[in-house]
């Protein structure tokens, strides 16, 4: 089995290490460890595209040990340099199941030496490669000529490539001679599979990936910050309006997070640009810049002021043609924020078989599974088929911030309850894009009305008015649980600012339970070091009776099937077979013989204690001849009491990753917060709602 994988490209600024970045997230949801190599690095700076790679979730490693030799070495005794890094690179492949090796840049567009020390390296490391080729402003046959050159460097140096991928694929337009994205990919495709033996894939171009700071346009036109917030400067910038008309035309030209550039005379029009950047009406700026010198004259200033304005302003000296050649020409490396990195992730994963490159690697999936792997796996799952998840509580910086992260990582489409404008200005104090993400108003008459005639409809049984449905549906727990009911959404998540029977209160009265389920519970996937279980019910029922404890089983059972863990479920008791009496062992019992008889084929055992659940030595013991004890995969608590502390316990003094509650038995899928939860935790409780949404036959709202 091969353990590693050189990512290569035959020129410069093809993006590579964005492939690198989804090749090392692929396999840390396959494998239990990854590292990274940079056999050439440039002396005298530590390498950021290297610290971007070792900053990835699931790399342990530090920066010496993960860089070979320098360009100096290179140019100055190569086959010295070259004994050395694969004298190093063996150290790093002991370490880790598999080692992600990224190849060298390039000082130059393209450079022959260059790609043959890059193929001899991959050689001698005896590595397959994964070639990355530029797609920009390239025809499909262009592309393909690209990487046939590549592949006969790399083949002439006895190095294997099992992978071709066309990356930043634009095309141009010939009439305006500028650059148009999408290109079409599917020709792109078609022509890469004409290569023979190798997986190929072509990833679109993305503004955002190549876009520079709003710090670097500054600096690029030597502009200094006159008004706004200093820490928005380190956004991006994707986009470029040169704005010499009046304010209703460049109004209709604004595109999102794109800069401004004005002559400074005309700064009559910072109040108009400013109002619909905070509207919510336009587009979301990232900057301004006023041109020739004029300073702003200070009623403007007052102006400004008074509307709190947090956007950069910035006032250079030159004139409009240096500015706009000068920023036209800036471009931002992959490397340069976490946002960009997750778009990378994303690109690739949407975009590239990873499949079939890790069945061309001949890596095979781990029997461990590691926290990170779940919930890598978990994101992948969710992403697979995309739903529509509510999230409520949009006044949590929690909520904005990992719907950002979400939105980016592409697991689910979001709608926030609120406001438009308070929720955008306060993402942009947080430093959050939020693009794509559709808000809704809770106060919206039409909407308010629909939702309260069907809340009434659905309540007349216990006497509800109108009115009073209308007030219900101020608590937006409410509204959010009747958007899933009315198909709105495919899901909602809420309870980072509301109790957990605040959140679940509005399912049960409309929502209800699925067929043949009394009761809604609460399991954690409970992920251990080399392995993932579920624990249950751990969130809603304080004492549940043998029915209700049934039901628990069969609902964690199908939510261990949901998430790809085959169920063996253990009944837990304190006492184990026949071999203990008494209320509690008996109520263990009868909920053992009802779900075997409403699920026969199911892996089941109860009454069972957790050591002889757990333990295969204590199972022999105990249990000899059970198909659970000692590989239990899903535990069922007979009480709240046992389920909670259990939980707790084992996360605190194991190291456990907990993810959960998920609510189970419910007809739709919602899900509950901890008030304490981290915006990391949140991310998982979207993506597994959405997975739970993707059973649902009435879903399919993304």
Known sequence: MSNSIYVAAPEGLTGKSMVAVGIIEALTRTVSSVGVFRPVVRSGSEDAILHTLLGQAGIDQSYEDAVGVTYEDVHHDPDAALHRLVEKFAGIKEKYESVV?????????????????????????????????????????????????????????????????????????????????????????????????????????????????????????????????????????????????????????????????????????????????????????????????????????????????????????????????????????????????????????????????????????????????????????????????????????RILASADILLQRGVANLILLGDAQAIKLRATQLGLSLLGVQVVDPNDPELVERFAAEYARLRAHKGVSLEQAREKLKDLSYFGTMMVHLGMADGMVSGAINTTANTIRPSLEFIKTKPGVRVVSGSFLMCMPDRVVVYADCAVNPDPTAEQLADIAISSAETAIAFGIEPRVAMLSYSTGTSGSGADVDKVRAATELVRERMPELALEGPIQFDAAVDPVVARTKLPDSPVAGRATVFIFPDLNTGNNTYKAVQRSSGAVAIGPVLQGLNRAVNDLSRGALVEDIVNTVAITAIQAQADPRGGNS
């Open 101 to 397: 090796i990224l190849g060298s840049d390039y000082t130059e567009t393209t450079s022959p030496t260059e790609l043959t020390f890059n193929a001899r390296v991959a050689a001698n490391l005896n590595t397959p490669v994964v070639l990355v080729v530029s797609g920009r402003n390239r025809t499909p046959e262009e592309i393909r000529s690209a990487a046939e050159g590549g592949l006969a460097e790399f083949s002439a140096h006895h190095a294997k490539v099992i992978a071709v991928i066309a990356n930043r694929v634009s095309r141009i337009d010939r009439a305006s001679s500028e650059e148009v994205d999408p290109a079409d990919l599917d020709a792109v495709r078609a022509e890469l599979s004409k290569l023979p033996g190798v997986v190929t894939a072509a990833l679109p171009a993305d503004r955002l990936l190549a876009a520079p700071t709003v710090r670097a346009q500054f600096e690029a036109v030597e502009a200094n910050l006159v008004l706004g917030n200093p820490e928005l400067l380190d956004r991006e910038s994707q986009d470029i309006l040169v704005a010499a008309m009046t304010l209703p035309n460049v109004l209709r030209r604004l595109t999102p997070e794109s800069t401004v550039i004005m002559p400074g005379d005309r700064s009559d029009m910072l109040p108009g640009l400013l109002l619909a950047h905070a509207s919510g009406s336009f587009p979301r700026l990232a900057g301004i810049i006023l041109l020739g010198g004029y300073e702003i004259p200070d009623t403007i200033v007052t102006l400004v002021d008074s509307i709190h304005n947090e956007l950069p302003i910035g006032l250079t000296q030159l004139g409009t043609y240096t500015s706009s050649d000068r920023m036209f020409r800036l471009e931002g490396a992959m490397t340069s924020s976490p946002r960009k990195v997750e778009v990378a992730r994303r690109l690739f994963s949407e975009h590239v078989d990873t499949s079939a490159l890790l069945q061309a690697l001949q890596v095979h999936r781990s029997e461990v599974v590691t926290p990170l792997m779940f919930e890598h796996q978990l994101q992948d799952l969710a992403r697979s088929d995309r739903r529509t998840i509510v999230m409520p509580e949009s006044t949590d910086d």
